[in-house]
């Protein structure tokens, strides 16, 4: 990747699309600490990856008051109602980056900044010739890994069973990750349900749940 197409990355991640109180900043040299997330400290910190309409973070965050959640979510029109919900819900404990995460997370945040990270229905891409698109494979799992603490937990969901298959082969190759109970569930519990999840669900669709703990 040349420095000139980098360069570009970050000019796009660090343009807002709106002005906000909920938005983060960011600039290319230098990592988001957990001072840099909110004006106090929290218990925890949770990242959702592709956070879509909010729903899943806003009610986390409204039953989970000393967690701080950082959202990444890069469509306008979604970061809106997200933010409407929170203003409309008195929410503090949420903040969001208008980035692409497929494009840099270790450069963004600091190590060992978060105990959970959320990944829901990511693009599941099914034709062979485009699974090097795929957001779950072994080089993301290092950044995750980077960036939860130690026993810190990833949270991924997919309705696609390939995809599914081989993340639970990514992890059995990877000593760095054990499941709490077993490889995969096909529900969570207690967990809210995005609009997308849903929809899946009502289709009929079997979803796949992989939680793993960061050895």
Known sequence: MTSDFREKQWKIATRLPFASEYFLKIKSGSKLKKSDLFPKEFGTYYLELGSGWGEVAVELAKAHP??????????????????RDLSRNGIENVRLLSVNFNWFLEEIFKEETFDEILLNFPDPWPKKRHHKHRTLNPRFLDTVHILLRKGGKFHFATDYGPYARRGIRFFR???RWTAKDREFSLSREGFPISYFEKEKREAGSRIYYLDRIKI
């Open 66 to 83: 000393n967690t701080g959640f950082i959202l990444m979510e890069k469509k306008a029109d979604r970061i809106r109602k997200t933010f």
């Open 173 to 175: 190759e990877d000593p």
